[in-house]
């Protein structure tokens, strides 16, 4: 079933509209996404990351869920800060954590030639209010 939404999508209607496609379809053929979604796709095939991934977010909403009743300890911050490092130390993950900075950097750039053609940080007018 194609929702309204969907359709808009897959024809653009305005001069900006294409060029918003464009630039996906540009991103989508960066070397530094491509690099990205391989390692993306290792770290979803990786069975040690993917249970370190399922523990972590346990631990993380039980710490969650305890803050907001005023339970959290320091020990519990310090489990997650724990399973987060043991994570990360996974070779699948600092390698998908490295390309997804590559990543970011590039879109980043992206992001300061959009702005610079607005004279503003396109970034944060569409991530907030825009009111600063």
Known sequence: ?????????????SEIETFGKLLGEAISNLPEYKAYEQARDQVKGDSEAQELINDFEKQRQLFIIKRASGEATKEDLDKVGELQEELNNLPTMEHFLETQQELLAQLEKTNEYISEELSLNFGEQISGCGCS
């Open 1 to 13: 079933m194609s929702t309204k939404a969907d359709s808009d999508l897959s024809k653009p209607s």
